[in-house]
């Protein structure tokens, strides 16, 4: 909530947008960045950690996966209701688009299941990789149309068209 409300303020002021359309949009974007992120940067961790219950026990090799899956959807849904009531407080209705939604999330859950599973082998094979994802990780919150709008871009529009993150959210 903290962030949310420094974000938007701070990049509300700067780019002279109207806070009331400009923080249900921030809110959303936020939401969904967090699923995001948190899948890609748990997913480092999600093989060596399991390493010695994967050893004791016989079970699927993706349960860390799902693990890391079920954390950041009960994160997702801890932090649904500041979304709501930032756009109800500003008037914003999502009604209809907050359930045709939920296909969106199964599909972002999916995508992020298989990323997630490149990221963890990856990280299992390549000790850095985790080190090189983290710092590359904010860079790609700031190319993402979390803090911006494609409209802001002008002329610029082929750089949200070529950043695949920008289907994403």
Do not use: C
């Amino acid at each position: 909530g903290v962030l949310l409300g420094l974000y938007g303020i701070i990049y509300g002021t700067v780019l002279d947008l109207n806070l009331a359309d400009y923080l249900p949009y921030l809110a959303a974007g936020l939401l969904v960045w967090n699923l995001i992120s948190g899948l890609l940067l748990d997913a480092e961790r999600a093989f060596i950690m399991a390493d010695g219950s994967e050893k004791q026990l016989r079970a699927p090799f993706s349960i860390p996966l799902y693990r890391i899956a079920w954390v950041n959807l009960v994160i997702l849904g801890y932090n649904l209701p500041l979304f709501l009531l930032i756009s109800f407080w500003f008037g914003k209705n999502p009604g209809w688009g907050l359930v045709m939604a939920l296909p969106a999330l199964l599909a972002l859950l999916v995508n992020g299941l298989w990323l997630s599973l490149l990221v963890g082998v990856m990280s299992v094979r390549f000790l850095s990789l985790p080190r090189h994802l983290t710092r590359l990780i904010p860079l790609l919150f700031l190319m993402s149309p979390i803090l911006w709008e494609r409209e802001m871009l002008a002329n610029w529009d082929a750089l949200a068209e070529a950043n695949p993150l920008y289907y994403l959210i």
